[in-house]
């Protein structure tokens, strides 16, 4: 990502499983990544937010989309994950 330019434009980037299957996990500058659980009504609740420390203080916790506020975006890892081996143009092993 510094070779190919794009590496400012993230403040965070990780790497973890999705589906079984290890992705890259960049979160844009501005935008927090979240993790939900769906309850017995059907409603969407955050039970994670991770992001740079200005956009999820430490002892803020946002509940739902509601709580965060207008000028972060929020997106969960199916939005964001990169699989490294085809963004490497690798094959997989």
């Given at each position: 990502?510094?070779?190919?330019?794009?590496?400012?434009?993230y403040?965070?980037?990780?790497?973890?499983?999705?589906?079984?299957?290890?992705v890259?996990?960049?979160?844009?500058?501005?935008?927090?990544?979240?993790?939900?659980?769906?309850?017995?009504?059907?409603?969407?609740?955050?039970?994670?937010?991770?992001?740079?420390?200005?956009?999820?203080?430490?002892?803020?916790?946002?509940?739902?989309?509601?709580?965060?506020?207008?000028?972060?975006?929020?997106?969960?890892?199916?939005?964001?994950a990169?699989?490294?081996?085809?963004?490497?143009?690798?094959?997989?092993?």
């Amino acid at each position: 990502m510094r070779e190919d330019g794009t590496r400012d434009k993230y403040s965070s980037i990780g790497t973890t499983n999705l589906n079984g299957k290890f992705v890259i996990a960049p979160i844009e500058k501005g935008s927090i990544l979240v993790e939900y659980i769906t309850d017995t009504n059907g409603n969407k609740k955050i039970i994670g937010a991770k992001g740079a420390p200005d956009l999820v203080p430490p002892g803020v916790i946002y509940q739902d989309e509601n709580d965060v506020p207008s000028h972060i975006k929020v997106v969960t890892l199916e939005d964001i994950a990169i699989d490294p081996y085809q963004y490497l143009g690798l094959q997989e092993p």
